[in-house]
Each structure stands twice: as structure tokens, then as C-alpha cells.
């Protein structure tokens, strides 16, 4: 009775590793029991309700979205049964299940599943089980015995690198052992090498990006330890390391503590380094840093400039040579930086804001990391450090988070130009809001929702699948904690959405799009049914894959999209009770038996909003996109060879293609860009890497990554010298006394922010009163500024605005994933 108690209220765990489908390998992990999702979060602010509505959440009503009743014929029935694999793993197997891909299109999955007792207040033992599929996980076996039955931890005893290569780490009492023992495979699986370690792992091993036998491990004592060979042999790198990360090709950065040891209050007295030969030689980029990370082709890192004041960011695009500070507000120890997406053209970063307000500001960076625009404000952060901004990876340009308004409601709103310009989304077309609404929008579930327990699964989508996204969300004036959610679906990358499933949902994309799965979330029943849909969500049919129901743990698929299996995981109490796991694998290939040929697809105009304007619809970025994609009433499949086809066009430019330049704003009644009345006549005080030189400008600067040709071009007319300042340059790590970036002692020599136009909107600049402020730029003399990504337009702000240091906001980056304090910039 107990046990069941704890499965009605528990809640399955759904984690994505970060190296992810990147590297060739997914896992994923299931918890029979709930898990307290604070752990980790010990610097995380109280949470607190800012749904904007309260209530008891109460059931969705209305009849289904879809009018399709199609049910399966007896035919089909018979193909599914046929095709569908049960598998049960023995009932003393434990609580926990990490489930992994291997590879790409191996078809191998390894299940690792482990039993944990306390033996002593010392340590945990416990036992485990490895097994083995290499038909995409219709059947198992147990291969336990490849790894001597060793206990392998819960926490991180999976991690799956690029290609077939695999490292489980036992779990080793410290006080036993010198060192920590790992089981390596470079065949996915098939067979494992002992390792004995010289250390204790503190974190899971990382891999190289590019190369696998490049492996980089950090110690419980914080020693920083490096293995050429994948794990045969290790060496030593340095000691007193806090955090560290790959850059490009072999360059490693990492923080440490001047006195070898890693404290939690040492943070704020770091030092970065960098070593870009394989740990043999090193180089101090700065000092004081509180945290760092990278990400895209930006080192970023803050910094404890004076411990009285707040801390400051700084950008590297060159692996640390050169950095600058960014021109943002500065963060003290209550906020936080967030790099919420980055790439190698420009980030996206979260300001938060002072005090527990739950929101902050969201900026754009340039391709230099150094001058950022407001993108949006109030955007949403809740107490648990935690966003709901989502890249919608099927179109390109296209994000989705939520904002909370003045009146306490969260409201959702979509970029389709990389946070150029934010709006709310469209009300689904068969949907109605009822005559009381006076503001009809869709709002969609986020990270903040899933952590209340409101929505299973965050939005979905998949760059193989154009357009397509699905997401849970509510219709109204604000997104509504007080009903459950629905299941949306948007065939244009956000444009339109239409009602799809009653309730909450857990779903997969297939087969590229082409097939869409969908399990209905019970959290006090058993699942037996799958709902799978061949149009994106236009009609559905239901399959009942069991005869007897189970608890649903969650969907598994191999990464990518490719194939056409999902198992649905899930355990089952036994007379004698203990559970047992249980996994069944639907084939849906063999019922979707038909491949696809050219009269399936259609071409597609991707962002098409106006086509009575034939020479600028679908223009997003200077640039046209048409897709080749599957129809929807096309039932067939893809395919594992399936690549997705587009045509470009280049736009006309326009002045919408390009934003005013540093010093220039775009005058109110014009479009043209206007020098700035203060320095009209005076030098643009702006410091290339310290050194003097003319910058060639005519006001304009065109939208980096902006790839419009022909029409609106400005002519360089102005000619600009840039004066001298201080030089921010590595290596050797600058002193506190002599800082280059100009400290402030009085109200007056605060930060001034003065407008600049972007686009139709503005760019908040940074200036100093009696002082010039450092923007590290590339030098043109012979031709206009050329820019691959910068500052997009942004929305209208009032007149000026002043931003004093004491009450000033910041911003954290991810590099590895976005819960992590030292892997984040707070």
C-alpha cells in the first residue's frame, strides 16, 4: 500500500543529457518514485504563485479537437500486435532506470537499472543491472555480467559520447579505494574494460567535442584530470579546479582557486585559465571570477571587479586572446546572468532583475559578445532559476518564451526574427475564447508550468520536422494554472496553431514529421493506449499496445527523428509486491509500409505571411525559404535517408535590413539614421583594443547574418576616428588596482544608457559620463561595416533611460545546460 502511494503522487523524470543527439547517443532517465526536484537549487529564491490565476486545476472540457473517427481496422490492429515487443525486467531490479541510445541507427539501447541502500552513514550500496537491445529495443538481454555485476551509480553512471562509445562509472566507496573504477566501450556495448581511476569522480567525465578519445574528468578533491586514450591512462592537470569546459579544437578553459582548494566562498576570488596544448602550458585570461562558460564561439565569464561591488560580464570571440566587458548592468550576488542561446553569430541573455520579482530583462548580443540590445522586458524567471525560452529548432529565427506582465498574469509571446520583435501568439482557429474574454490569445506551458506539475512535456521540435511544433498551452488572456492544459500543434513554426488533444499528453515526433505519437499523462491511472497521428495532428488513432495496463514512466525514441519505434516505459506492481519494470515497443513501420516518393511533397514558403506582397513575403533575415515537405494528407514514410530540402533567395534590402550605427539614431519622423546632437561634431568615443584608428561609417549598420542583396544601400559618408583606451588583452591577469574598466565612486559618475536606434525600435548603448567606456570593433577603412550578426530591433522604449550601478540588473549563461550554477553565468 505504500509503495502504490508513492507511484499515484510521483512523478517521472525526463532527463536529456547534454551531450545528447549531437554526439549520437540519448539518455533518458525514469524514477518509480517522486524525486525532490529542489536538490541542486540550495541558492535558488522561494518560489511563489505567478501563474496569474488560482484555483484547483480542473479538467478540459469540450468535445475532442478533431471530428476524424477512424478507428483502426481489424488489419491494422493485427499488424500493430505483430509488431508490438514487451519486455520485463525482474522486480528487484530497483527504482531507478536509465535508459540510452548508442549511436546513430545502431538500433542499440542499453537499460541500466539499480537498487540503492544505505549500508552506513558512511556510503550507499546497492546493485544494478546492464542490459542490452540491438533491434531499437523490441528485445533485451541481460549483460551484466560484462561489467562483473559492479554497482554503477545512479547519479552519472551513464554517459554516451560521439560515435559508439560508452563509460559507466561504478559506484566505489571512497574510503575503500584509492581511486574510482569506470567501464569503457568503444562498440556500443557489446563488450566493456575495466578502468581503475587515481581519483574520485565529483561530475561525469566529459568528452572532446570532436574527438572521443579525448576525455576530461574533475576529482572530489577538485583536481582537474585529462586521458588522451579514452580513460586508459590519466593525467594530472591542475589542482584547486571549480568549473571547466572544452572551447574550440583542443583549447580547455577552466576556474581554480589561487591555493588549490575549492570552497564555496571562494567563488568571486577565481582565476579562468586556459591551456591550449593539452594541459602542458597555461595562460591566465582574468582574474576574480565568480563563474565562466562557453558556448557557440563566446567565452564568457564574471567578474568580482572589488568585492564590495557587483559583478560585471566579459565576452572572448577569439578563445580568450582578447575580451571585453559587455555592455550590460552589472549583477550583485542576489541576481543573475543567463545565457538562455547561443550560437556563433550572437547570444541571448537574461538580466535579472533586483529583489525577487521573478522576472528580468532579455538582451541580444552582437557577433563580438560586447554590445547587447534590450529584446524583451519583464521577461519570465521564476524562483527555481528557471525559463521557459524555447528555440523552435524546425524554422529558423523562430522563439518562444513567456513574459510576466505588470498585473501579475504570464502572457506568452513568439519571435520570429532571433528577438528582433516579440508577439503574442494567435488564437488557435478552432478554438474560442467565450464572449467574456476580451483578449483571445494562445499562452503555452513552459519550463515554470512543468516544474508545478502543470504540463508533462515542454514544447516540442524537431529540425527535421519544418514547421512542426507541438506544446501544451491554454486560450485566453493569459496563460491559466486553474484548467488543464491542452495539446497545440503549429504546422508554420509558430504562426497558426489549432486545438489537437483534450489534456495533457506525452509525445514524440518520427519518422522526420511524417508520424506523431502521443500517450495520455494519468497521474492516478494505468496507461494502455497510444495515440498516433499521420498529419500533424489532424486526426489521431488509438492503439491499446497492452492488455494489462501499467504505471506510465515516459516515451523513449532513438534521437533525431528518424526512426519509427517508440517504447513506452512504465512499471507494474507483482502479487508479492514488488514491481516491475516494464517496457513495450510499437514498430510503426511496419503499418506505415509505404515510402514516400515526389508527389508526397509539396513546396513550402517558410514564414509567408502576406502573398499579395510577392517581393517581400517569407522575407525573414534578407533572405527567402522554401522547403520541400510532406504533404499532410500523404500517408507514407520518410525515411531513415530523408534530408530536408530548401531553396534561398536573397531579398531586397531595405532600411529594415539595417540598424542606425554607434552614435546614431533613427530620427521619428524618418527613416533615416541621424547623427546623435551631442556628438555631432565630436569624435565617436569608442576603443578598438586599444589602439587609434578610423572607423569609415555612414550611420548604417546592416543586420548581421542579413543576407538581403541590391535595393537600399547607404553611402559612406562620415568619417570617424576612434580613440585609444585601456587594453583588455591575455594573457596575464590584470590586478585589481589597475582594472582597465573605469570604477565609479559617486552618484554622478554612474552609468548613463543613451538611445540608439535598431531597425524600427532602439539599442540601449552604454555610455560614461566624463569617461569613455571600451567596445572592442573591427576596423573597416575602405568600405561600409559588415556585420554577421548583431543587434536586431527591439521595442520602443521612452525617451531615455539611466541605469544606476546600485540598482542595475545582469545576466547568467548556460554552457551546458541551463539548471547548472557553475556551468551558468550567474
Known amino acids: 500500500m505504500i509503495w502504490r502511494l508513492v507511484v499515484l503522487s510521483g512523478l517521472c523524470v525526463l532527463l536529456l543529457g547534454a551531450e545528447g543527439s549531437s554526439r549520437g547517443g540519448r539518455t533518458v532517465t525514469f524514477h518509480r518514485t517522486q524525486q525532490d526536484e529542489s536538490q541542486g537549487q540550495a541558492r535558488a529564491r522561494p518560489r511563489r504563485d505567478i501563474s496569474g490565476s488560482s484555483g484547483t486545476p480542473r479538467p478540459s472540457h469540450g468535445p475532442p479537437f478533431t471530428s476524424c473517427k477512424t478507428p483502426l481496422t481489424p488489419a491494422e490492429h493485427t499488424v500493430l500486435d505483430d509488431n508490438t515487443h514487451e519486455t520485463g525486467f525482474n522486480g528487484d531490479d530497483g527504482s531507478h532506470v536509465i535508459l540510452t541510445w548508442v549511436g546513430d541507427g545502431t538500433g542499440v539501447v542499453l537499460v541500466l537499472s539499480t537498487f540503492s541502500a544505505p549500508i552506513d552513514s558512511f556510503f550507499e550500496g546497492g546493485s544494478s543491472r546492464l542490459y542490452r537491445s540491438t533491434d531499437y529495443g523490441k528485445s533485451f538481454h541481460d549483460i551484466s555480467h560484462r561489467i562483473n555485476n559492479t554497482f554503477i551509480r545512479e547519479e552519472f553512471g551513464v554517459s554516451v559520447g560521439p560515435g559508439s562509445s560508452v563509460i559507466l562509472t561504478a559506484d566505489i566507496p571512497v574510503v575503500e579505494h584509492r581511486g ?49 586514450d579514452f580513460g586508459a591512462k590519466w593525467t594530472k592537470v591542475h589542482d584547486g579546479v571549480h568549473s571547466f569546459s572544452w572551447g574550440a579544437g583542443n583549447n580547455m578553459f577552466f576556474s581554480c582557486s589561487q591555493v588549490d582548494t575549492v570552497e564555496a566562498d571562494e567563488r568571486g576570488d577565481l582565476v579562468l585559465k586556459r591551456t591550449k596544448d593539452l594541459g602542458k602550458t597555461f595562460t591566465t585570461i582574468h582574474e576574480d571570477i565568480y563563474s565562466f562558460g562557453y558556448i557557440g564561439a563566446f567565452l564568457f565569464f564574471s567578474v568580482m571587479e572589488d568585492p564590495r561591488s557587483p559583478r560585471v560580464m566579459y565576452f572572448s570571440s577569439d578563445q580568450g586572446n582578447t575580451f571585453s566587458r559587455a555592455l550590460l548592468p552589472s549583477a550583485s550576488t542576489e541576481q543573475f546572468y543567463s545565457i538562455l542561446d547561443g550560437d556563433e553569430d550572437m547570444l541571448f541573455m537574461h538580466v535579472d532583475n533586483p529583489g525577487d520579482t521573478f522576472f528580468g530583462t532579455m538582451y541580444t548580443s552582437d557577433d563580438r559578445g560586447i554590445l547587447f540590445s534590450k529584446s524583451l522586458e519583464r521577461h519570465l524567471f521564476d524562483g527555481q532559476r528557471k525559463s521557459d525560452f524555447t528555440n523552435i529548432t524546425s524554422l529558423r529565427g523562430v522563439y518562444l518564451t513567456n513574459k510576466l506582465d505588470e498585473d501579475g498574469r504570464i502572457r506568452s509571446v513568439i519571435s520570429f526574427n532571433r528577438g528582433g520583435t516579440w508577439r503574442q501568439l494567435n488564437k488557435p482557429k478552432n478554438v474560442d475564447c467565450g464572449e467574456q474574454v476580451t483578449k483571445c490569445n494562445l499562452h503555452i506551458h513552459g519550463e515554470h508550468s512543468r516544474n508545478n506539475r502543470i504540463v508533462p512535456m515542454l514544447a516540442l521540435s524537431e529540425p527535421t520536422a519544418i514547421g512542426l511544433v507541438i506544446a501544451h498551452g491554454t486560450v485566453g488572456d493569459s496563460l491559466s494554472s486553474s484548467q488543464h492544459p491542452d495539446v497545440f500543434v503549429s504546422s508554420d513554426g509558430g504562426y497558426n496553431w489549432r486545438g489537437t488533444l483534450r489534456g495533457p499528453h506525452h509525445y514524440s515526433i518520427l519518422d522526420s514529421g511524417a508520424l506523431i505519437v502521443a500517450v495520455e499523462a494519468q497521474r492516478e491511472g494505468q496507461v494502455k493506449t497510444i495515440k498516433f497521428s499521420t498529419d500533424e495532428g489532424q486526426c489521431w488513432k488509438s492503439y491499446n499496445f497492452t492488455d494489462q495496463p501499467f504505471f506510465f514512466a515516459g516515451l523513449a525514441s532513438e534521437p533525431g527523428t528518424k526512426a519509427m519505434n517508440v517504447s513506452v516505459w512504465g512499471f507494474r506492481p507483482e502479487e508479492d509486491g514488488q514491481p516491475m519494470w516494464v517496457t513495450v515497443t510499437i514498430d510503426f513501420q511496419s503499418l506505415i509500409t509505404r515510402e514516400c516518393n515526389a508527389n508526397d511533397y509539396e513546396e513550402w514558403l517558410a514564414h509567408s505571411t502576406d502573398e499579395s506582397d510577392t517581393e517581400r513575403d517569407g522575407c525573414v533575415l534578407g533572405v527567402k525559404e522554401t522547403y520541400r515537405r510532406l504533404k499532410k494528407q500523404s500517408v507514407c514514410r520518410n525515411g531513415r535517408g530523408f534530408v530536408v530540402s530548401k531553396r534561398q533567395s536573397p531579398c531586397l534590402c531595405t532600411r529594415e535590413d539595417y540598424l542606425c550605427d554607434y552614435g546614431y539614431y533613427r530620427h521619428v519622423n524618418t527613416s533615416d539614421c541621424v547623427r546623435q546632437s551631442s556628438s555631432a561634431n565630436k569624435t565617436l568615443e569608442l576603443c578598438l ?52 574598466v573605469t570604477h565609479f565612486d559617486t552618484p554622478r559618475e554612474r552609468l548613463v544608457l543613451i538611445l540608439v536606434c535598431a531597425g524600427a525600435g532602439v539599442i540601449v548603448l552604454v555610455a560614461i559620463v566624463s569617461s569613455v567606456f571600451a567596445v572592442k570593433r573591427v576596423v573597416y577603412r575602405n568600405r561600409t561595416p559588415v556585420y554577421r550578426f548583431s543587434n536586431l530591433q527591439i521595442q520602443d522604449d521612452d525617451n531615455g533611460i539611466t541605469a544606476d550601478l546600485e540598482s542595475a540588473t545582469s545576466s547568467n549563461g548556460a554552457a551546458c545546460q541551463q539548471d547548472s550554477d557553475d556551468e551558468l553565468i550567474e
Open 180 to 228: 574510482g573504477v569506470i567501464f569503457t566501450s568503444t562498440d556500443a556495448g557489446a563488450t566493456f574494460k575495466f578502468i581503475q581511476l587515481p581519483f574520485h569522480l565529483a561530475q561525469p567525465i566529459t568528452y572532446h567535442f570532436l574527438n572521443p578519445d579525448y576525455l576530461v574528468a574533475l576529482s572530489i578533491e577538485g583536481s582537474l584530470w585529462l586521458s588522451l
Open 689 to 740: 583594443n586599444g589602439e587609434e584608428d578610423e572607423l569609415l561609417t555612414a550611420g548604417y549598420r546592416k543586420v548581421p547574418s542579413d543576407r538581403c542583396e541590391g535595393g537600399f544601400s547607404p553611402q559612406l559618408a562620415v568619417q570617424t576616428v576612434i580613440r585609444p583606451c585601456g587594453v583588455k588583452t591575455s594573457p596575464g591577469p590584470p590586478a585589481r588596482s589597475s582594472s582597465p
